[in-house]
């Protein structure tokens, strides 16, 4: 009885496995492609400059 149910398992674990190993599954190409996002140039620096002077506040 048990020697019946090893063999029926160890059938079935082989059938299994020629199954999975027979049925190759569809080959995917997988391409990585790289984008090189270029910003555009900034803007020519102002000629003029503005400086801002804060006075220290007494508490």
């Known amino acids: 009885m048990k020697r019946a ?3 029926g398992s160890a059938i ?3 059938g299994l496995m ?3 190993c027979s049925s190759t ?3 995917t190409t ?3 492609r790289q984008t090189t996002v270029t910003a555009p140039p900034p ?3 102002s000629t ?4 801002t002077h804060m006075s ?4």
């Open 48 to 51: 003029t400059t503005t400086t």
């Open 30 to 32: 997988t391409t990585t």
């Open 56 to 59: 220290g506040g007494g508490y």
């Open 43 to 45: 803007p020519p620096a």
């Open 18 to 20: 020629l199954i999975s």
């Open 25 to 27: 599954p569809e080959t």
């Open 12 to 14: 079935s674990v082989l």
């Open 5 to 7: 149910i090893i063999l």
